[in-house]
Structures are given as C-alpha cells and as structure tokens.
C-alpha cells in the first residue's frame, strides 16, 4: 500500500530532483523533505504545516494535491493526548524574567502591607510599660526618688504628671519631689495614638529626723 511517503519519494526520483533541487523548487528545507519521504513525523512541526509541505511538494512534482491530502491526513499519527495536563505544565515550566519581576512586586506589596499593619497595630495598641524602680512599697528616705523604666521608642512618659524622656531604646528616668508619710507613684505611657497604660506605684516615705 502506497504511503505519502512513498508517493512523494518516487516521484521525485521519476523527475530526478535530488531533495537539495526540491527545496529550491518549493523553499522546503530537505531536512523536511527527507523526514516527510521517511514519515519520521516527530522531526516535522505540527500537521497543518506539514499539509503546507506537502501540497507544494505535490505541486513541483506534478502529484495531485488533493490525493497528497488524502495519504497525508491517513498517513499521519494521531497526536498524544496526556491524560495528566498537571505533569506536563510542571515538566515544561520554565523561570523567566516576568516571573522574577512579579515575584519582586508581589514580595513588595506584602512587605508594605506587614508594615502598615504593624504600624496600625501599633497606632491602636496602648504602649508597654515595665517599671524598673521605686519597687512597691519601698521605703524612701530621701526628698527626692528616681523612676525609671521602659516603654515604647514613640510613647511619652508622665511620671505624677511630670514629663519624662524617653531615649532611642524607650529607656527613661524621672526624678519626683517626695513628701513624708505613703505616696503613690502614677507612671503614665502614651501612644501616638492616644492610647495610655498606667502603671500605680506605692511607696511609703520616712525621711530621717
């Protein structure tokens, strides 16, 4: 039984074109032209350019087109169909440059939106605050006490409604005027926002007579 291959094949050897004159005829490279002769379809692009080889093939050969046609369409292999798409969109995945650039913007986009949600978190949060000293119910004999302790680097700090500063690391210290007999010590922090955590202190005061 005739092939496409076959037909193709002596009617070129009846013209006496070598492949190397075909593709001068037909612009057809003969690599094409040999691997259509030996059906070797995997070395040949997709059918419908095949059928383009094919016919013009026909034509400098003096073959009917429409036969050419016909041997073509029941010579060649049905194409495979994977029955897993998945593994084959992960074995031809390949990295790109567009995809280097979006993973850039996407890293972006979620570093921005942590930072504004930590900033918002921040702004709605009521500071911290740790006292470091007086200790509750110590006893002072001195007129005057040191506060210290530490907050947030962006609250500020009231200690019995007197300002205090906070350094880089949300450090400060206070010194207050005392008076004899129990004293309460309020050591208020507040926010950018508005937000305040207060700490109260006792102490009790005896100054040495």
């Keep these: 039984m005739d092939t496409i291959g076959t037909v193709l094949k002596n009617a070129r050897r ?29 070395q040949l692009p997709e059918l419908p ?21 016909a041997l073509l369409r029941r010579d060649y292999p049905p194409k ?32 921005v939106l942590g930072y504004l949600s930590f900033q918002y978190t921040s702004f709605i949060s009521p500071p911290s605050l740790e006292i470091f000293g007086p200790n509750k119910e110590q006893v002072i004999t001195d007129t005057k006490v040191n506060v210290s302790g530490k907050t947030d680097s962006d609250a500020t700090i009231s200690v019995n409604n007197q300002p205090a500063i906070v350094d ?8 207050i005027e005392l008076v004899e007999g129990s004293q309460e010590i309020i050591i208020r922090a507040t926010s950018r926002g508005g937000k305040e955590t207060v700490v109260r202190r006792r102490i009790r005061v005896e100054f040495n007579n």
């Design 80 to 111: 495979a169909v994977d029955i897993n798409p998945k593994k084959g969109v992960f074995e031809k995945f390949v990295w790109s440059p567009k995809l280097t650039f979006l993973l850039g913007v996407a890293i972006i986009v979620v570093a």
């Design 14 to 42: 009846k013209k006496r074109f070598s492949r190397l004159r075909l593709e001068k005829e037909t612009r057809i490279k003969k690599e094409f032209v040999r691997a259509i002769e030996e059906e070797k379809w995997d």
């Design 168 to 175: 880089a690391d949300g450090l400060f210290e206070a010194e």
């Design 49 to 69: 350019v095949v059928k383009g080889f094919v016919k013009n093939i026909a034509k400098a050969l003096n073959i009917n087109e429409k036969r050419a046609i």
